[in-house]
């Protein structure tokens, strides 16, 4: 009879912490929603380091990158309902939709450059007269004399 090579029998690792299961349907409407990877990564009940880790391992793509796709994805559909609830004529959102994208303001304010004089005469309980007025005393004394 020939002669067989075997395998060598190798046993998986039974020791440690079972590997955490990450439904990454559910992460990825965390982040969404705009939780970070701390937080999630508290819920399942592993570190930060191991989130970013299965990341890449499950996702090909590091964590930095995948949440901010997610992110993104959810800062776009809050926008759309933002925009269809204000279309729908709430004026709340109108006027906050106004104020976020076209920079609207209740209140102006104005920014002066350069120096500003102001020149104050103070008469006592005299009050001065128009220039109007002086010509005209001056027109009358000229008929009278």
């Known amino acids: 009879m020939p002669d067989k090579k075997r395998k060598p029998y ?9 590997k955490a299961k990450i439904n990454w349907d559910e992460v ?9 990877g701390t937080a999630i990564a508290s819920m399942y009940g592993i570190s930060a380091t191991t989130l970013y880790e299965r990341c890449i391992r ?18 776009e559909r809050l926008r759309a309902k933002q925009y269809h ?8 959102m109108l006027i906050w939709l106004g104020k976020q994208r076209l920079q609207q303001k209740d ?7 350069g120096s ?3 020149n104050v005469t103070l008469y006592g309980d005299k009050i001065p ?10 027109k009358d004394k000229e008929k009278d004399e």
């Not at 609830?85 to 709340?92: C, L, N």
């Not at 007269?129 to 001056?138: G, I, L, M, P, Y």
């Open 10 to 18: 190798i046993k998986e690792a039974t020791a440690g912490r079972p």
């Open 28 to 36: 990825d409407k965390y982040l969404e929603a705009g939780s970070p």
């Open 58 to 75: 499950d996702n090909n793509v590091n964590f930095h990158d995948y949440s901010q796709e997610k992110r993104c994805k959810g800062d």
């Open 85 to 92: 609830t204000a279309m729908q004529g709430d004026k709340s």
């Open 107 to 113: 209140k102006h304010d104005y920014e002066h450059s």
């Open 116 to 118: 500003v004089t102001n």
């Open 129 to 138: 007269k128009t220039w109007k007025e002086e010509q005209k005393e001056e």
